[in-house]
């Protein structure tokens, strides 16, 4: 009897785990459709239910989908405080610090990473980035080179150095990484435009060239592009493609003094020295500067001192600078009314601002009928 009672508890016991166990199951493959479709937040609630190491790896990484970083931070350290040796919720960790600027705290890790596993190009690379953000240049460079030299292909590592000696001009060193990077993948529009700036600016105009022409087939329109290949282009003699480019960068900005000035001397150069004057001229008519907003700036500070003479004197040049501009034309007015003891002197100027911008600005426009109104009335006493 007792032998029965006690096979039946065991059938009991097993039933209830198995149901246990099919339940968390259940609830990991709800999580995980959830997941799939980013419907985040709802699958975060059965992870939690399930419970297990991969479930709170899962919400971890949901949380860090749905843009709540300080929360998916928090849960990735406790998976790492459970379990130190989980490399994957370690790397997502790190690489979520850089994206919140914690770069010390990205380095620790994924230095500590790279003890562990010192051919992995992921972890070297990363840490490079922390280095690189820590201005600790030398050590950024030792740890992209290490990250290359685990796999030559690693093309986040090979901009890197290819980008570090552009900037300081070493060529020779620059285009031995970014043609390994393009051997690796040719039509990598950055590694392209890298070897393009490190052969331009070492006047390798003939060999960048075809750089630049490759960027804008690969759909890269953009103006430091056209600017760079109609020099290239200038520098080699092809004037008629020189003069082109520069046209197709004034169609993109047609206030690019830049682009008119060069094209002046494509036309100097080709003697075309008439079409040459032109675009100089129009390049100086582009640029042309005003001071509008300095001057209107100074006007208000002489007027907050009660100085009023300047104050007028900077708000009449503010609006000389820019004739539409109707607020500074106001404060002429103003000041003039503040300032003179002839009613018809102050009636002028404020007629003045209704035949300049008329009713178009109705809220100053009223206050300055009304003006008008008095001065008037003021004026008819006079002469009576």
Request: glycine letters at 4%; aromatic letters at 16%.
């Amino acid at each position: 009897m007792k032998k029965s009672i006690l096979f039946i508890a065991l059938i009991l016991v097993f039933k209830a785990e198995a149901q246990t166990l099919s339940a968390d199951r259940q609830y990991l493959a709800i999580a995980d459709s959830l997941y799939a479709i980013g419907n985040y937040t709802n699958a975060i609630n059965y992870y939690a239910k399930e419970g297990s190491q991969k479930g709170n790896l899962q919400i971890a990484r949901a949380y860090n989908s749905i843009g709540n970083y300080d929360k998916a931070i928090v849960q990735y350290e406790n998976l790492i405080a459970e379990s130190a040796d989980l490399q994957i919720a370690r790397f997502e960790l790190g690489k979520l610090y850089l994206k919140m600027k914690r770069f010390d705290q990205g380095r620790k890790l994924f230095t500590s990473l790279v003890r562990d596993d010192e051919n992995n190009p992921a972890y070297l690379y990363y840490q490079g980035e922390s280095f690189r953000e820590l201005d600790q240049i030398a050590s950024s460079l030792v740890a992209y080179k290490k990250a290359v030299a685990a796999d030559s292909t690693h093309l986040k590592s090979l901009f890197q150095l290819g980008k570090y000696f552009v900037i300081t001009r070493e060529t020779s060193q620059a285009l031995h990484y970014l043609d390994k990077g393009l051997e690796f993948y040719a039509a990598d529009v950055s590694l392209i435009n890298l070897k393009g700036l490190a052969l331009f600016t070492n006047n390798e105009y003939e060999k960048a060239q075809p750089l630049f022409e490759r960027l804008i087939a690969l759909g890269e329109k953009k103006e430091f592009v056209y600017t760079k290949l109609a020099y290239c282009y200038f520098k080699t003699w092809e004037f008629e493609k020189a003069k082109s480019t520069y046209h197709q960068l004034i169609k993109i900005d047609k206030f690019n003094q830049d682009a008119y000035f060069n094209l002046g001397q494509v036309f100097f150069k080709d003697k075309q020295i008439d079409s040459a004057k032109y675009y100089v001229k129009k390049s100086i008519a582009v640029q042309e500067v005003t001071f509008e907003k300095e001057y209107a700036n100074l006007a208000y500070m002489y007027r907050v001192e009660d100085d009023i003479k300047p104050a007028l004197k900077y708000y009449q040049l503010a609006f000389k600078e820019d004739p539409t501009a109707y607020r500074n034309y106001y404060q002429i007015c103003a000041l003039v009314d503040q300032s003179s003891q002839d009613p018809a002197h102050k009636l002028a100027y404020y007629e003045n601002f209704i035949k300049k911008f008329g009713s178009d600005k109705p809220y100053i426009s009223e206050i300055v009928l009304k003006r008008i109104s008095e001065l008037k009335e003021a004026l008819h006493f006079t002469t009576d």
